[in-house]
């Protein structure tokens, strides 16, 4: 009864740990892919360029959000302005031919590469629409809350 026990015991742990180890493969694979995406705020850099057409309605293959399609001195560029550029109270206010400044990083993104604007000046404005980290602010609505701010349970 013991041996039966025990080898019935030791053909359990080996089915568990056949069974952890596609999930750790798994979730290594998982990281790698996120970390190849992730905002590279020290690289910023600054392009400037002409309005070639205003995208709000991304096609397929592209982000999700606006994006500006820019005429630089290095060519074209697919400005990606994110989800909110124009919504909330102080919506980018930018049309074909604008002349604009923006900063952010050039990334791959589907086969291709797309330059993730953190701030856009045109017309005299500068927009921010990502924080340091590259996550796109979510609209203001223009008025502050007055609802006070509180810790969790105590």
Excluded: W
């Amino acid at each position: 009864m013991r041996k039966l026990l025990g080898g019935l015991g030791l053909t359990t742990l080996m089915a568990f740990s056949f069974l952890a180890a596609p999930v750790e493969a798994q979730t290594a694979a998982t990281a790698k892919k996120n970390t190849a995406r992730k905002y590279d705020a020290p690289n910023e850099t600054t392009l400037n360029g002409t309005v070639k057409s205003v995208i709000s309605n991304p096609t397929s293959g592209m982000l999700i959000g606006v994006h500006l399609i820019l005429t630089t001195s290095s060519g074209t560029v697919d400005a990606d302005l994110g989800p909110f550029a124009l919504k909330g109270s102080t919506p980018v206010s930018v049309s074909a031919g604008a002349a604009v400044t923006v900063v952010g990083v050039m990334m791959p993104v589907r086969n291709s590469q797309v330059f993730m604007t953190r701030t856009v000046q045109a017309g005299g404005q500068t927009y921010t629409l990502r924080n340091e980290n590259g996550f796109p602010h979510a609209p203001s609505t223009g008025t502050p809350s007055t609802t006070p701010v509180r810790g969790g349970l105590r």
